[in-house]
């Protein structure tokens, strides 16, 4: 005989349940709409992916953009709140100016002269800032009278920006006792070399052989290639955009522009294409692609140009200039002696002496530049200097 089994009375409640609901559900109740169940569909990876990648950058730029626009009105602030504390002040301004955030930094500077004038490391700073922006004015203007009331400043960065900015204001004499003085005490080596980094125990000399430099190769092979590199740049300069005008504030009057194609010992992709022999030739040299403090590139002066004189950022490396296109009339000084160019031949150096540039003659000087560690500097330097981030860019 078959036995049934009895449901359990949770099952029969919950069939129960079920079909009141599905009850009900049949009764449609005519003053309301009927309720349309839409299927939901995945969305598709890709989709998300474009979102995620569109909320990201919006973000990022956001985050870029923030700090660069309210850093003056939110530094103003915090030097207003804090004004008595020196200490903390001082601390910001660094904290600024390291973040190359020149305008605050000032702000904050300025705001400790009020408070007192003799502040060395805000006095310092300010003049740092100043010749950076190019106000040698306002440089001017901080230090002349505290040299003349004798203040004793023991800063190599004030008598270096108050020299240049002598320089500047057409004070040469003046500008080089100013220098004469960082000597007798120590702070420089030299009047004529005065770089923001000084590294100890390298040759000092402002002019260099390629033997002594230990790039005899190098300088074989730019020599014999010589047309070949000038050719690829003057096939450039009527018909391209790429050269681009010297934006360092070095131009004391005339045209200057430059082409690129290494960087801190990388090519340039978009300017090597438009050069791959000369690309080509110079990457095969260890010396230039293992310099994360060099820059290769084609310097393009009219006539009627002079570059003001100054120093490169760092005694960390040499400076070779290949001749493409000399006309007569083009010369450079490096410290107290001054020489030209010639088309095929190299010219070699330190580029941390002072050193000017002009251009007299009757049509464009062309030159390609290269940039080489100095002979001196240990492997174990190399991997522990950081990339030059000099204020200008030392162009010629």
């Known amino acids: 005989m078959e036995t049934r089994q009895r449901p359990s009375k949770r099952q ?98 300025e705001e400790i002269i009020s408070k007192d004038a003799n502040d060395r490391t805000a006095i310092a700073a300010l003049a740092s800032i100043y010749n950076t922006q190019g106000t040698f004015d306002k440089t001017l203007q901080l230090l002349t009278e505290r040299f003349e009331s004798g203040n004793d400043f023991d800063d190599i960065v004030i008598y270096r920006a108050f020299g240049e900015a002598l320089i500047r204001d057409g004070r040469t004499i003046e500008a080089y006792d100013i220098h004469s003085r960082a000597v007798e005490k120590g702070l420089l080596k030299s009047v004529y070399q005065r770089p923001m980094e000084y590294i100890d125990n390298l040759r000092t000399q402002p002019w260099w052989t390629a033997s002594d430099a230990g790039v005899t190769d190098l300088v074989k092979e730019l020599e014999k290639h010589w047309m070949t590199i000038r050719d690829e740049a003057l096939n450039l300069i009527n018909v391209d955009v790429s050269f681009s005008a010297e934006k360092e504030d070095l131009t004391k009057h005339g045209n200057w522009k430059q082409l690129i194609i290494f960087n801190e010992g990388r090519a340039i992709q978009h300017n090597c294409k438009k050069t791959p022999s000369t690309c080509g030739l110079l990457s095969k040299y260890h010396e230039l692609t293992n310099c994360k403090r060099c820059q290769v590139k084609y310097s393009l002066m009219q006539p009627g140009t002079q570059v003001w004189p100054h120093c490169g950022p760092s005694n960390s490396k ?20 001054t020489r030209s160019w010639e088309e095929g031949k190299t010219l070699i150096f330190d580029d941390s002496f002072e050193h000017e540039v002009w251009h007299d003659g009757e049509s464009a000087r062309l030159i390609l530049i290269l940039d080489i560690w100095h002979p001196d500097i240990t492997e174990e330097q190399k991997t522990q200097l950081l990339p030059l981030r000099p204020t200008r860019d030392r162009n010629n």
């Open 12 to 109: 029969n409640s919950s069939s129960d349940r079920c079909s009141d609901e599905t009850a009900s559900s049949s009764k449609e109740d005519p003053k309301k709409p009927p309720i349309v169940r839409v299927q939901s569909k995945p969305v598709p990876t890709l989709v998300m992916a474009v979102v995620i990648l569109s909320y990201s950058i919006a973000l990022f730029v956001v985050w870029r953009w923030y700090p660069s626009n309210t850093s003056e009105s939110s530094t103003d602030h915090s030097a207003q709140t804090h004004g008595n504390d020196l200490d903390y002040l001082r601390g910001l301004g660094w904290h600024l100016m390291k973040q190359r955030e020149l305008d605050g930094a000032k702000i904050v500077f």
């Open 318 to 337: 040499l400076r070779l200039h290949l001749g493409l296109q000399i006309p007569d009339g083009a010369k450079i000084r490096v410290a107290d002696t």
